[in-house]
């Protein structure tokens, strides 16, 4: 990890993997993978980092590559079930996001947005690191 304020990329993973799955519990009003299926203790978390507070305490987090793809590929998985079942007509349901009024078409586009945020933010970190960033 560089030296600074800069989270390590796999910190960075979980908030993105536990985040898309708050969005898609959002949309789908059903409860979060994290807690549901058991990933909090998997990870052995409480909590995974999250939008708007300190990270300094996930600096020294060792997590596994091989729970962060299982977690990811469950979020995905359930990601798409929900997309299969959304119809156009729905997108403009409201839900309670950061209003009581949120579309869920402004909730998937926020989803998708965080997403290549934290894409772009991994991608730069691994160029730091001599690696290729983007797959392309």
Same mark, same amino acid.
């Not at 980092?49 to 590559?65: F, I, K, Q, R, V």
């Given at each position: 990890?560089? &030296?600074? *304020?800069?989270?390590?990329?796999? @910190?960075? =993973?979980?908030?993105?993997?536990? /985040?898309?799955?708050?969005?898609?519990?959002?949309?789908?009003?059903?409860?979060?993978? =994290?807690?549901?299926?058991?990933?909090?203790? &998997?990870?052995?978390?409480?909590?995974?980092?999250?939008?708007?507070?300190? =990270?300094?305490?996930? /600096?020294?987090?060792?997590?596994? *590559?091989?729970?962060?793809?299982?977690?990811?590929?469950? @979020?995905?998985?359930? *990601?798409? @079930? @929900?997309? /299969?079942?959304?119809?156009?007509?729905?997108?403009?349901?409201?839900?309670?996001?950061?209003?009581?009024?949120?579309?869920?078409?402004?909730? =998937?586009?926020?989803?998708?947005?965080? *997403?290549?945020?934290?894409?772009? /933010?991994?991608?730069?970190?691994?160029?730091?690191?001599? &690696?290729?960033?983007?797959?392309?």
């Amino acid at each position: 990890k560089p &030296q600074g *304020t800069l989270s390590s990329i796999g @910190v960075i =993973w979980l908030h993105l993997i536990k /985040e898309q799955d708050n969005f898609v519990s959002i949309i789908s009003g059903k409860p979060p993978l =994290w807690k549901s299926n058991g990933w909090h203790e &998997q990870f052995g978390l409480e909590k995974a980092p999250s939008m708007g507070e300190d =990270w300094s305490h996930y /600096e020294n987090l060792a997590l596994s *590559t091989e729970l962060l793809r299982a977690y990811d590929e469950a @979020v995905r998985n359930e *990601t798409r @079930v @929900v997309l /299969e079942w959304t119809h156009s007509n729905s997108l403009d349901q409201t839900v309670k996001f950061f209003t009581d009024n949120d579309s869920k078409a402004n909730v =998937w586009a926020l989803m998708i947005s965080h *997403t290549l945020i934290h894409c772009g /933010e991994i991608a730069a970190l691994k160029g730091i690191f001599g &690696q290729k960033g983007l797959p392309f």
